[in-house]
């Protein structure tokens, strides 16, 4: 054991949600023991298109400590169950990918093969009608996952929307508290070892010399480290996912502050609404090859909700990943290491994904370039799984004349997109790795949404008796009804969260 080589010093590149998540997660687990400094400059814009979220933002949240009801009221949060898709697979098309699970886990066969057997022995029923989280965000209502696994409530994930800019911030509050030091300032010069290639001190335009052990690069898309210094290339993913640009602009809050993520497909992109306590963020993500950005403005400032709030941002991006996201002792982390549009609000989830990786693999001053290796190796395989997901909303669409939409529905795909896609076709069966971010619920609201129907089922299911199966999913579904008719506003549950007040209990609301 070298515990004298140990790392003792870690320095952040960057702010924004990524710099200060990587710095409050080290700070929460190492403590005293790693000095970490964070270098940002106030007037370096961070990129604020990540204000919504996937439920594994809890892993992060009980990892850091956080309280709920603080983060709600501090960054104008509201909760959310999954996100609505409007136009994608076709003109006038609407459909829901919710959080958590369809139906009730019964024993013996997997519950969406019950369903398709279902469907062939008579069934009338959509998969919709199976979640509880549809059918509350259908109702602006909202509940938390309770109860064991018979329980329908068990079935509910969420997750949250929030004002990035102020998640920023909270965040920040945090680990300065838990000892974090930040230095306001621009890079002017980064100092390698000679011998080893290391990075070993930042120095600012102001004179302060910022010395590491660890350097993680947090700068965004400019990718200062990673790409400036060591070089690492970058794999373009633009011919599968050809947005590269958005405008993105606020506007007043909706009367009802709905529960969900809604995407709307345009004829050059796709438009983003994200609910917020205090405002609706909105964005239109778009291929600048089919739409010029100020038409692209206009198009977004005339399909808001409300008054806008300032003038639509510009951000430009490529769709893609870097070829190595930790060189030497720099660990790339957030825009820096790629970067997929935020289609299924991914953004996040890929910071604490890279966080929980690196604390995994945290290395001695050494940096064994074995640890980079498997590093590496992980963030490359879930950008890659996630890349083939969007490209599935985006290739599986009808009746959308546009040029975007007719490159991809004609595009090459990638071979583990044709196998998954396929094989759901043929038989009803999700070939999904065992650590993949998206899950059975997730690749079926897709698919179906998308009209990729299953043209058979699992052989387990015909085991089931037809009269019983359908009884038992027109049960379940009956069920779904009654509950969400019982469970509380999502309106109230903020306000109640916020005030901490003792409100009752999702179970006790459907079981009373």
């Known amino acids: 054991m070298q515990v004298g080589n140990r790392v003792r010093r870690v320095v952040i590149l960057g702010g924004g949600t990524a710099g200060w998540m990587t710095a409050t997660a080290l700070a929460k687990t190492f403590g005293p ?4 400094t964070l270098l940002e400059s106030e007037e370096i814009g961070t990129v604020g298109v990540g204000e919504a ?4 933002i809890h892993w992060f949240n009980e990892l850091i400590g956080l309280d709920e009801s603080d983060f709600l009221r501090a960054t104008k949060a509201s909760f959310k169950l999954g996100i609505e898709f409007v136009d994608w697979a076709r003109p006038g098309h609407r459909y829901f990918h919710p959080f958590g699970q369809y139906g009730i ?6 519950f969406h093969q019950r369903w398709l057997k279902a469907c062939r022995d008579g069934l009338g029923l959509p998969l919709s009608d199976f979640s509880l989280a549809t059918r509350l ?3 602006n209502r909202f509940a938390k996952p309770a109860g064991g696994a018979q329980s329908i409530l068990s079935t509910l994930g969420y997750a949250f929307h929030f004002d990035a800019s102020l998640y920023a911030r909270h965040l920040r509050s945090l680990a300065e508290a838990g000892g974090v030091t930040r230095i306001e300032g621009k890079l002017s010069t980064v100092e390698r070892d000679g011998e080893s290639g290391f990075v070993s001190a930042l120095l600012t335009e102001a004179g302060d010399r910022l010395d590491g052990d660890l350097f993680v690069d947090c700068s965004g898309f400019r990718a200062l480290l990673i790409e400036g210094e060591m070089q ?3 794999e373009d993913w633009s011919h599968w996912l050809p947005c590269d640009r958005a405008a993105a602009v606020p506007c007043e809050r909706m009367d009802k502050t709905t529960p969900y993520t809604r995407s709307t497909a345009r004829a050059a992109g796709w438009q983003w609404r994200i609910p917020l306590q205090h405002r609706t963020g909105n964005g239109y993500v778009y291929a600048s090859e089919f739409v010029s950005d100020d038409e692209a403005a206009a198009t977004l400032l005339a399909n808001l909700d409300g008054a806008a709030l300032g003038d639509p941002q510009l951000l430009r991006f490529k769709a893609g990943r870097r070829r190595r996201t930790w060189i030497g002792n720099v660990v790339a982390i957030g825009l820096s290491s790629g970067f997929l549009e935020p289609l299924e609000s991914t953004s996040i989830h890929l910071i604490q994904s ?3 990786k690196l604390l995994t693999l945290f290395p001695d001053r050494d940096c064994d370039p074995g640890l980079a290796l498997q590093f590496d190796r992980l963030i490359a395989a879930d950008l890659d799984e996630i890349r083939d997901f969007l490209i599935l909303h985006y290739h599986a669409t009808s009746d959308k004349p546009e040029p975007l939409w007719n490159h991809c529905r004609h595009m090459a795909l990638p071979d583990t997109l044709i196998e998954k896609q396929e094989h759901y076709r043929r038989s009803g069966r999700l070939m999904l790795g065992a650590n993949e971010l998206f899950r059975e619920a997730s690749w079926l609201a897709v698919l179906n949404g998308q009209g990729v129907l299953a043209e058979d089922y699992s052989p387990l299911a015909d085991a089931l008796d037809p009269a019983t199966n359908r009884a ?3 049960q379940i579904a009956g069920v779904v009804t009654r509950a969400a008719s019982h469970l509380p506003m999502h309106d109230d549950v903020i306000a109640q969260a916020i005030s901490a007040s003792d409100a009752l209990s999702p179970a006790d609301a459907v079981n009373g």
Do not use: D, F, K, W
């Not at 023991?33 to 970490?36: A, L, T, W």
């Not at 979220?53 to 594994?56: A, G, L, R, S």
């Open 105 to 110: 886990a019964l024993p013996g066969v997997p």
């Open 354 to 356: 890279s966080i929980a």
């Open 33 to 36: 023991r790693v000095s970490i």
């Open 53 to 56: 979220t996937i439920p594994t």
């Open 472 to 474: 038992q999913l027109e």
């Open 232 to 234: 690492a290339g970058y």
């Open 137 to 139: 965000a259908s109702q």
